[in-house]
């Protein structure tokens, strides 16, 4: 069975761009999370979404959007790209929502590097 | 946030039980608590997760104090493949919240 899947691995934008990271999550599972790992660091969580809807969302700005689809499938956008945005974005699936004790699952994640 | 607190690095040798330690006393009755480990360029690898009671797997196992406010990670035979940075995380509301992890390195 597949895992979760990111796309693109990777890719460079400049400053000011915007951009959008996609996942698709594990077959069956409704529950889908970003988080961002800066390099030497820990992931920090950003969004969840269940059922299509926010559950839950981090400390990050509103430049920072997502949403997901019908078929469970999420996409991430980040609008007017900063240095600072450089960066892996892992999304994270489930079958629940979080606080249900189910298995979180990661991807590879999506290498962003802003020039 | 709920934090956790676990040493920067660990060291063992290859075929040598391993025990990762992790401190998370601001933990709430309803906080999950996972483990999972990160290679360079990856993402994180789900190890093992629980709430109350010890938890076992074919990859590890989960001891949890009495009193929740620590936990610890047992490899029970490492392998040069277990080298990794190791976190351990509480999940509280929707989010998992990641602490710094714990670089451990395995010695043949």
């Known amino acids: 069975d597949a895992g979760v899947t990111q796309s693109p691995t990777h890719l460079i934008k400049t400053r000011g761009q915007h951009v959008t990271l996609r996942c698709s999550p594990i077959?069956?599972?409704?529950?889908v999370s970003w988080y961002q790992q800066v390099l030497g660091q820990g992931p920090q969580f950003i969004f969840q979404?269940?059922?299509?809807?926010?559950?839950g969302r981090g400390n990050f700005p509103d430049r920072f959007s997502a949403r997901q689809f019908p078929n469970y499938s999420s996409e991430l956008n980040v609008n007017a790209l900063l240095l600072g945005d450089s960066a892996l974005y892992l999304c994270?699936?489930?079958?629940?929502?979080?606080?249900?004790?189910?298995?979180?699952?990661f991807g590879e994640g999506s290498w962003l590097t802003v020039v | 946030d709920a934090k956790t607190t676990q040493p920067n690095s660990m060291e063992s040798n290859e075929e040598e039980p391993v025990h990762l330690p992790c401190n998370h006393s601001?933990?709430?009755?309803?906080?999950?608590i996972h483990w999972y480990r990160q290679l360079p360029s990856q993402g994180p690898e789900y190890v093992i997760h629980?709430?109350?009671s010890n938890v076992n797997n074919r990859m590890a196992s989960l001891a949890i104090a009495e009193d929740r406010k620590s936990s610890t990670l047992i490899l029970h035979r490492a392998t040069l493949r277990d080298a990794a940075v190791y976190y351990c995380?509480?999940?509280?509301?929707?989010?998992?919240?990641f602490g710094a992890g714990t670089i451990l390195r395995v010695k043949s």
């Open positions: 995380i509480l999940e509280y509301g929707n989010k998992l919240v």
């Open positions: 979404y269940y059922e299509k809807e926010e559950r």
């Open positions: 994270a699936s489930s079958f629940n929502r979080a606080s249900s004790g189910n298995t979180i699952y």
């Open positions: 601001t933990i709430s009755g309803t906080d999950y």
């Open positions: 077959s069956g599972h409704k529950s």
């Open positions: 629980g709430l109350t």
